[in-house]
Nanobody
Framework: QVQLVESGGGLVQAGGSLRLSCAAS????????MGWFRQAPGKEREFVAA????????NYADSVKGRFTISRDNAKNTLYLQMNSLKPEDTAAYFC?????????????????WGQGTQVTVSS
């Protein structure tokens, strides 16, 4: 069993930056991927970025490429999302996810474990 707790959300002006963290407890196996998804009010949860826990290979949604960076610290069992050049359309609840899947996985059903989410609000 894996528990995930996100932190680092908040209110920021357009063009600003935020860094999200996701602390994982329980065993993160080498065959796991971890990812970030987001959900805006009235919209479906969408893929943002993912990383292979073992290799560090990454995958990004087109909407965040070049602005967001996903990384992990295996020793601390922590996942990060560095978000730069934030836009109002990035406003959403951001969720951390983990599971025995590939870093190329972009569907919510491919991840077994989820955090409770952290709110990111970008003002114009």
């Amino acid at each position: 069993q894996v528990q995930l707790v996100e932190s680092g959300g908040g209110l920021v002006q357009a063009g600003g930056s935020l860094r999200l963290s996701c602390a994982a407890s329980g065993r993160i196996s080498r065959n796991y991927a971890m990812g970030w998804f987001r959900q805006a009010p009235g919209k479906e949860r969408e893929f943002v970025a993912a990383i292979s826990w073992s290799s560090g290979n990454t995958n990004y949604a087109d909407s965040v490429k070049g602005r967001f960076t996903i990384s992990r610290d295996n020793a601390k069992n922590t996942l990060y999302l560095q978000m730069n050049s934030l836009k109002p359309e990035d406003t959403a609840a951001y969720f951390c996810a983990a599971g025995p899947t590939y870093y190329s996985s972009t569907y919510t059903t491919q991840y077994a474990y989820w955090g409770q989410g952290t709110q990111v609000t970008v003002s114009s």
